[in-house]
């Protein structure tokens, strides 16, 4: 899917901090209507939780960090105006969205709620459904061969 505009922005509706808002919302809602198990590990896990928490919200900052030291736009309902592939994005192309994702397993260990998990889930399948596959496209349009070396050498989400 390519756009005609260059400058047109990728995403409008949904905005993909709102995809991750949602399904915070509904795992609490539904943690507040099926209450947690009682997990025999629980303080273990909150641990855990707590370190998968920071590790996503530092995965964030890095990210927008070298955004903005690259002066690229960090908002996904506007254009492009730089191609990032070093920090974070040198192994994610998605470091923002993988941060996002992150914290809200956090959120579900630290609060003991599973239903944070299969949110989680559901989160970054929408996510690459309605925001990063735009996204990809319109950096194809504006970058051409810079994005297409990139994009064969970095994995959408991790690893490679």
Not at 10 to 25: D, F, G, M, Q, S
Not at 119 to 146: D, Y
Request: net charge positive; charged share 15%; proline share 9%.
């Amino acid at each position: 899917m390519q756009a005609a505009d260059p400058t047109r922005p990728p995403n409008r509706v949904p905005w993909p901090p709102l995809i991750y808002l949602l399904a915070a919302l509904v795992a609490l809602g539904l943690g507040c209507a099926w209450p947690r198990p009682d997990w025999p590990v629980a303080e273990v896990l909150s641990g855990l939780g707590w370190l998968v928490l920071a590790a996503g919200g530092g995965l964030d900052l890095w990210a927008m960090a070298t955004m903005r030291r690259h002066r690229a736009n960090i908002l996904p309902h506007r254009a492009a105006t730089a191609l990032v592939t070093t920090g974070p994005f040198a192994w994610s192309r998605n470091p923002i969205y993988l941060g996002n994702t992150l914290m809200l397993i956090g959120f579900g260990l630290v609060l003991r709620n599973p239903w944070f998990l299969p949110a989680a889930a559901a989160a970054a399948v929408a996510v690459t459904h309605l925001a990063i596959r735009r996204e990809e496209a319109h950096l194809e349009i504006l970058f051409g061969p810079s994005w297409l070396a990139y994009r064969q050498r970095t994995a959408r989400w991790f690893g490679r």
